[in-house]
């Protein structure tokens, strides 16, 4: 079992920019892919960046691309998600979790963690 814990969600405004990390245990993530989904109120949870385990390469929804980037360090145990240029549209629950990119990229994974709240004002 990997426990994923998520952290550096906030309130901001329009613009700026935050880090989420997140933290597993448990077990060694080097295996997994890793990903960042995310759930809006009243709106499906959906996928938002992916990394792969081999090689690293990486994955972005179109609506976040140019803006996220997603990274991991398996000697730590962690991966990352710094968002640039937020818009209030990328208000959402952002979980941190373990998948197929096929699973990822249909807002399902193996494991997920609880999730960190971001909000965008305008």
């Known amino acids: 079992q990997v426990q994923l814990v998520e952290s550096g969600g906030g309130k901001v405004q329009a613009g700026a920019s935050l880090r989420l990390s997140c933290t597993a245990s448990?077990?060694?993530?080097?295996?997994?892919?890793m990903g960042w989904l995310r759930q809006a109120p009243g709106r499906e949870r959906e996928f938002v960046a992916s990394?792969?385990?081999?090689?690293?390469?990486?994955y972005y929804s179109d609506s976040v691309k140019g803006r996220f980037t997603i990274s991991r360090v398996d000697a730590q145990n962690t991966v990352y998600l710094l968002m640039k240029s937020l818009k209030p549209e990328d208000t959402a629950v952002y979980y941190c979790?373990?998948?197929?990119?096929?699973?990822?990229?249909?807002?399902?994974?193996?494991?997920r963690g609880q999730g960190t709240q971001v909000t965008v004002s305008s």
């Open positions: 979790a373990a998948g197929s990119l096929t699973d990822l990229r249909a807002g399902q994974s193996d494991y």
């Open positions: 448990g077990r060694s993530i080097s295996p997994y892919r």
């Open positions: 990394i792969s385990a081999s090689n690293g390469f990486t």
